[in-house]
Every structure is written in C-alpha cells, then in structure tokens.
C-alpha cells in the first residue's frame, strides 16, 4: 500500500470512529427535504455552538423506537415523530422527560408542549387545486366531498392519522367544536361516497407529483408542500377553509446514552432563530412564539399561524389514546 493510500485509508477510518463516539448524538426524522432543512438549520448550528457532532439518521420507526428501549440499547438521541405518537409513547414509558430548566417552554406554543415532548414544527391539512386543470376548484371540506360539483380523482393521506376522519366528518356537517370523539360510522360512512375516487398519498413528494401531473388535481395537502410546489411554477391554489392541524414533535427515548446533549439539542432547534430559519425553508409553521418577528411578513402569510380564525386543531391526546383502535378500523376499510 502506497503511503498516500495508506494515510486516505487511515484518515477514514478516523472520520467513521469519529460519526459513532460516545460522546456524539443521534438525531432521527423522516428524510427528505424536511430533515435536510432540520440538519442545516437546527443541527448545524448546534453543532456550531456546542462542538457536540449530530450524527443524521432516519427514516423514524416507531417498532424500532419500542425495540430499542426494551433492550436497553438506545441509539437515537432526539426523535421527530408526529404528536399523537408522542402522547402516547410518553404515557406508554418509552420516552425521557423533557428538562424544561434547559428548554425554555415559555416561549413555545402550548398546544404542543408535555411533559415528553415539545412541537417540531406544525402544519395544515389544506385544500389543494391545480387550477390548470379544472374548471372550478373546491373551497370546501364539502365540496372536496361533492362528486357530482367536482369530478374526478381527488388525493388523501393514506396512513392512519389526524386529519381525514375530520375533513370527512367536516364534509358531512359537524362542527368543529363538536368533533371529538370521533364518529367513526358517521366518518367511514362519508368516506365511503368518494372512495372510488381516492388515490392516497404516503409521503409529501408523492402527494405533490398526484398534484402537478393533475393525476388528482384537487385533494387533501400539507400546507408546506402546495407552497413548495406553488414556487416550481405549478398554477397551485390553496384553500384554508377549516384548515386541520397537527404537528410533529421531538423526543428522546428512554434510556438514552447522551441525555444532555439531547436537551440542549432540543433547546436550540425550539429557539427563535432556528424556528424561523426553518419555517423560512419550508412552509410550516413554527412553534416558538417569538419566531415570526424574525421572519418576512409576506412569507408568515402562506404559514399556517395566520389561519387562525378558520383553523380547527386535531385533538392529540384523543388521537394518543385511540391511535391503534382507528388505525385497525382505516386499514380494514382501505382494504375491502
């Protein structure tokens, strides 16, 4: 081996001991775009600051999260995982509790802070229309309901979540203030009248290429991603009526080997400057309170905290308790 080879192969060797050290932390998301936005804004920084390495790591799992902390050998430090999750995790003993002398909770919104976990960001279940492609575009909950009004393919998220069973339940004429819990006969029921015509998404980039291609040129879309595809030139319109949200959440798993350098990540991604910065990326909303003073007011207008007066929040913790009683019951109906 030649001496300039033998130095490539030791200093690799080096760089790969120094991605796995003890002392480095694990942050895990579900890839894509998002998380390059939270590697650049929230973990780059923090490693900037604090000199602890963030070693990237994903998609989330949550068999996996469980797998780890039965046996005791956790590997991930901080979580992005959706919020009803985070409820339920955290009541179910698998997750650390936060260290609020460390992450200044007063500055975060309420709705999504516990005892286990803090807001990652939130978003909007919206109405989204590629208007090159239809005469008209629905409004409503109801008229994304209304075959007849509005024909043709109409896209939906395909997993058990927040956000379907209430824009269906929405559709069919119940209050917002009256959703929980859930009428799950009433939903399915309702859903059943434009079930031929669904074609269901599974991730962001998949729901944006039904709508671009006018595949399904109306649908149900997180927020961030009409505004994402809006900026690639597509002819996108965005409906807030009754906007549904919910949010991701960050934890730690129990029994983490870098507790404190978890806290401190978590403290710095939830700050002003780092919730904005990534609000700024990627059309959602951020969950630090002091955030939307640092970011362009025009931008703030496409983000889901200014759709307050029309804005109908996703119960969390009832979703948290009924998360696996749903999930059976969807999975069933989708198959038949």
């Not at 090159?132 to 909950?141: E, G, M, S, Y």
């Not at 129990?254 to 990627?282: C, P, R, V």
């Not at 948290?320 to 109906?333: H, Q, V």
Request: aromatic content about 12%; proline content about 3%.
């Amino acid at each position: 081996m030649n001496k300039t080879l033998a130095i490539a192969t030791l200093a690799a060797a080096l760089s790969l001991a120094t991605a796995v050290r003890a002392e480095d932390m694990v942050f895990t998301s579900w890839g894509g775009t998002t998380q390059d936005a939270q590697k650049t804004y929230w973990a780059d920084g923090f490693t900037e600051a604090s000199k602890v390495n963030v070693v990237q790591d994903g998609p989330t799992d949550y068999g996996k999260i469980k797998a780890m902390v039965e046996a005791g050998n956790v590997t991930w430090d901080v979580v992005d995982v959706e919020g009803d999750y985070a409820v339920q995790a955290g009541k179910a003993g698998l997750l650390e509790k936060l260290d609020f002398s460390v992450i200044d909770k007063s500055k975060l919104d309420p709705r999504f802070v516990t005892d286990y976990s803090v807001g990652s960001f939130y978003y909007s279940f919206v109405i989204g229309c590629n208007k090159d492609a239809v005469a008209a575009c629905p409004k409503t909950w109801a008229d994304l309901f209304d075959t007849a009004k509005f024909p043709g393919k109409r896209s939906f998220y395909k997993w058990s979540a927040p956000g379907v069973i209430e824009a269906a339940l929405l559709a069919d004429g119940v209050a917002a203030d009256m959703l929980y819990p859930l009428d799950l006969d009433r939903a399915f029921k309702k859903l059943d009248t434009i079930k031929a015509d669904i074609i269901w998404w599974d991730g962001g980039a998949a729901s944006q290429q039904l709508l671009a291609s006018a595949e399904a040129p109306f649908g149900s879309f997180w927020n961030g991603r009409l505004t994402a595809l809006a900026a690639t030139g597509v002819n996108v319109e965005t409906s807030w009526e009754q906007n549904i949200t919910a949010a991701d959440a960050l934890v730690v798993p129990k029994g983490t080997k870098n507790l404190k350098a978890a806290m401190q990540f978590i403290a710095h991604a939830t700050s002003d400057a780092a919730q904005a910065s990534f609000a700024t990326e990627t059309g959602y909303a951020p969950i630090n309170l002091d955030a939307s003073a640092l970011m362009d007011p025009k931008l703030r207008e496409t983000l889901p905290d200014m759709q307050a007066a029309s804005q109908v929040n996703a119960d969390m913790t009832y979703w948290a308790e009924n998360r696996d009683a749903i999930g059976e019951r969807w999975y069933a109906w989708q198959a038949k």
